[in-house]
C-alpha cells in the first residue's frame, strides 16, 4: 500500500479542548495544560473506500462482529462511485486492524489537534474563522476526500473538518464503562439537542463516543485516518 503521508513538525502548543457534557461525565484532562508533540507522519486524506478494500483483499481480515460492518457496501464491495469517498461504518476496533495491518496506528486525541491547527491553535484547519463553503456539512452523506480543496491544516491534512469525523487512539476504561473520542465533525447534524453533536466542528472539539457492541460502535457518520513514526 502506497503512502500518501504528511510530515508533523513537532512542537509545544497549549492544549484544551471543549464538548458538551450531557448524561455521565468525562474522566479526562481537558486542559489547559502545555502539550509537546513530537514528530510524525499522518494520512493526508482520510482512508477511503478503496483503500479499505484493499486492505481487506491484502489481510483477509473478518470481524469477529460483523453487524454494520461496511453497511454501506453492497455484496461485501464497495461501489465504484465511493472509491475516493471516507470509508464509514468502521469501529474503532476495525480501524485499529487496519492500522496494524500496515504498521501505523491511530493519531492521539492530541496529536489530531496539533495537526488540525498547528502550534498557533487555528480553529478551523484553514483558520480562525468557519467557512461552510470550504467543508462537507450537507447533511445528506459524504464526498470525497480532496472535493474541498480549502479544507487543509498547516500541515497539509485534508479534510479534517465535516464529511466525517475521525477515531483517535486511545480507548480509556473509567471503572464504569469503556469510551473513547471523536474528531472533526461529520456532514450530517441531527435536528434535536439531544442527539450527538454534527456537522463541521472546530480543531477543539471532540466528542465522547462510549464503547458498546460493534453493531453500535460502527456509525455512517465516523471514518479514520493513519499515524507513523518517522523512523519508520
Known sequence: MGLDQVLIKGSKFIYRVDHRIMEGDCQYDHGPFIAC?????????????KQFEVFLNESGYKPKQCENFLKHWEGGKCLKELHNHPVIWVSIYDAIAYCEF???????????????????????????????????????????????????????????CGNTYEWVNGIIDDGHHLFTFIRGGSYYAAPHFWHAEGGPKPNDFHLKVQLL????????TVGFRCVRRVDL
Open 37 to 49: 508533540v513530537k514528530d510524525f507522519y499522518m494520512d493526508k486524506y482520510p482512508v477511503t473506500n
Open 102 to 160: 500496515y504498521n501505523l496506528r491511530l493519531p492521539t486525541d492530541i496529536e489530531w489537534q496539533y495537526a488540525a491547527g498547528g502550534a498557533k491553535r487555528q480553529k478551523w484547519p484553514w483558520g480562525d474563522k468557519l467557512n461552510p463553503l470550504f467543508c462537507n456539512g450537507n447533511g445528506i452523506g459524504t464526498t470525497p476526500v480532496d472535493f474541498y480543496k480549502e479544507n487543509i491544516s498547516p500541515f497539509g491534512c485534508v479534510d479534517m
Open 213 to 220: 457492541n460493534e453493531s453500535l460502535n460502527r456509525m455512517a
